[in-house]
Every structure is written in structure tokens, then in C-alpha cells.
């Protein structure tokens, strides 16, 4: 059971149902998931929860299968049973197949290994992988410039003398 209870629909507040509404014509469904109900109790919370996964999850330079599947991945390696099942069932309903599932759950058990052995053992990433970051591409979504780039540190004039 959610900790502070599910907010339905029928009991939910004009502003709740105003999100709720805008989830069930997003998603073209005709009900509210569990997760929306229970983050219900902080309407702020709930909108902007819901604002940025209807941005993030929109159509964009990666599909909505691709997409479905990256949350299903980091939501196993969080260990989070909802977000599993909820993005197992979305992934399969954009076109994820068994082996696919299979395929994606063998890469991220990988992926979490191997992040462990590179973590514990503090290795040094490679100069060839510590490049600087490409030009911004002007066609992706403007809310993105900028994340997940590392500064490249340039030699200045004076350490070049």
C-alpha cells in the first residue's frame, strides 16, 4: 500500500484532476496509474513530475521504444518493481519483443558489473575516452544543451608560454 494512499480521481482536487485529465488525453487512456495517485497528495509535485516525463518521454531524436526501454533498464538497476512493470508493459506495447527484454536485461546486468570492478578498482579512464565535448547539435531539444558534457579544460596562454 502507498504510503499516504492513492488520491482517485472522484476524490482528487480540481487542480489533480486538471493533471489527471491531461495524463489520461496524453497517454490516451482512460485511467490514472498508481504512481500518479499516490505523488497526488503534492499537486506541485504531481505537475511537475508529469510536465517533465510528457516532455522527456515525447517523441524526439530517439523512439518511444528506445525510450521505454532506457527507463526499463534504469529502473531495474534502481530496483524499482513499479517503474519495472510499468515500463515493461510500455516498452512491450511500442514493440519490445522477449529477446529484446532478455538482450536488454543481459547489458544492463553487464553494465552494473563492470561499473562496480571499474569503480572499486579506481581506473583511470583512458586519455582517448576523456575527449572534448561535440559541437551542440542544433535539431536536438533545446532543453538538453549542455547535460552530461564535461567541461574540456583548454591549455590558456599563459600555460602555453
Same mark, same amino acid.
Given at each position: ?6 488520491? @482517485? ?5 480540481? $487542480?489533480? +484532476? ?8 496524453? !497517454?490516451? &487512456?482512460?485511467?490514472? #496509474? ?8 503534492? =499537486?506541485?509535485?504531481?505537475? +511537475? ?5 510528457? $516532455?522527456?518521454?515525447? %517523441?524526439?531524436? /530517439?523512439?518511444? +521504444?528506445?525510450?521505454e526501454?532506457?527507463? /526499463? &533498464?534504469?529502473? *531495474?538497476? #534502481? ?10 508493459? &510500455? *516498452? !512491450?506495447?511500442?514493440g519490445?519483443?522477449?529477446?529484446? /527484454?532478455? @538482450? /536488454? ?6 553494465? #552494473? $558489473? ?9 581506473? $583511470?579512464?583512458? @586519455?582517448?575516452?576523456?575527449? =572534448? %565535448? ?5 535539431? *536536438? ?5 549542455? +547535460?552530461?558534457?564535461? *567541461?574540456?579544460?583548454? =591549455? ?6
Amino acid at each position: 500500500m502507498a504510503t499516504l494512499g492513492l488520491i @482517485e480521481y472522484h476524490a482528487a482536487s480540481r $487542480e489533480v +484532476r486538471a493533471i489527471y485529465d491531461d495524463i489520461m488525453a496524453t !497517454r490516451n &487512456a482512460d485511467r490514472i #496509474n498508481n504512481f500518479w495517485k499516490a505523488i497526488a497528495h503534492d =499537486p506541485v509535485m504531481l505537475r +511537475r513530475t508529469w510536465l517533465s516525463v510528457k $516532455e522527456i518521454m515525447s %517523441p524526439g531524436a /530517439l523512439d518511444a +521504444r528506445t525510450k521505454e526501454m532506457l527507463y /526499463l &533498464a534504469v529502473s *531495474a538497476s #534502481n530496483q524499482c518493481g513499479y517503474c519495472i512493470a510499468s515500463h515493461t508493459a &510500455a *516498452a !512491450r506495447k511500442a514493440g519490445m519483443t522477449d529477446a529484446m /527484454l532478455a @538482450e /536488454l536485461m543481459a547489458v544492463v546486468g553487464m553494465a #552494473n $558489473e563492470t561499473n562496480r570492478l571499474a569503480s572499486g578498482y579506481r581506473v $583511470e579512464i583512458d @586519455e582517448q575516452f576523456d575527449t =572534448p %565535448p561535440r559541437a551542440i547539435d542544433t535539431t *536536438a531539444r533545446s532543453n538538453t544543451r549542455g +547535460r552530461g558534457t564535461r *567541461a574540456h579544460r583548454t =591549455p590558456s596562454a599563459r600555460s602555453r608560454k
